[in-house]
């Protein structure tokens, strides 16, 4: 699918001209020569479950055994990239969804209500801010990546298990950093990865990133693990 929508979009103005080779081509089982940065201050992050941390752990002894080599990384801290992620991510839905959100009021859920709402007390300094934020971010993860010569990076996919619905307030997402905040913020390509059940039988999983225009790694490496651990392949009862 990835090969059917990549390249340049003239009509976009946000695509880029860089051109890769076709991903499909590159997918293999191989992980040797492969060094993976294993991300320990996301993975100490607040909120991040023992389950969680433990599924990442694990992930990363399977890479080990697939030849892949694993060093430990520290980012900056994920409540930086959260803060600009969320900052930008809000500022942006209500500015692109006011009219149709103002229109179809009722027609939105009470979360959705919520968050879109908040965009609109983000003032432009702030939106600006997030912005250069966002840049000094990604330069620094993608420079810490060369600097110590590493393909990917690794943590966990998610923090914990979910909770009820019923239980979720509408700003739940500003109560702790957010683990995805990472990839989306840098625009690093990424893939979450099915990691096994928790004891509560919810799926969990770890995340790799890599760097930019680096899919085929990302892929060919989520690819082999996925064929390593077939047992987490089975569907929740």
């Known amino acids: 699918m990835l090969d059917a929508v990549m390249g340049h979009d003239a009509k976009d103005p946000t695509s880029t001209k860089h051109q890769i ?3 499909s ?3 293999s089982e191989d992980c040797r ?3 993976i940065g294993h991300v320990t201050n996301f993975s100490e992050a607040e909120g991040v479950s023992d389950e969680s941390r433990l599924a990442c752990h694990r992930a990363l002894d399977v890479f080990r055994d697939l030849g ?11 409540w930086d990239y959260t803060v600009a992620n969320t900052t930008i991510m809000t500022s942006e839905a209500f500015a692109i969804h006011n009219v149709r959100f103002r229109d179809h009021l009722d027609d939105v859920s009470y979360l959705t209500r919520h968050r ?5 007390f983000i003032s432009a300094a702030d939106y600006i801010k997030a912005q250069k934020a966002r840049r000094v971010l990604t330069h620094k993860t993608f420079d810490l990546m060369r600097e110590n010569r590493m393909d990917l990076l690794c943590y966990p996919g998610m923090v914990s298990d979910p909770p009820p619905i019923d239980q979720m307030s509408p700003f739940y997402y500003l109560k702790a950093p957010l683990i995805t905040a990472p990839a989306n913020l840098t625009g690093a390509p990424a893939a979450a990865i099915r990691a096994g059940f928790s004891d509560a039988n919810m799926p969990m999983s770890f995340q790799l990133t890599g760097h930019m225009f680096a899919d085929s790694k990302v892929l060919s490496a989520a690819n082999a693990y996925e064929q390593a651990t077939p047992k987490y392949s089975r569907i929740v009862e």
């Open 21 to 23: 080779e076709p991903v």
């Open 33 to 35: 020569g492969l060094v």
């Open 116 to 120: 879109i709402a908040l965009g609109a």
């Open 25 to 27: 081509k590159t997918i």
């Open 68 to 78: 892949a080599e694993v060093k430990e990384i520290q980012l900056p801290s994920l």
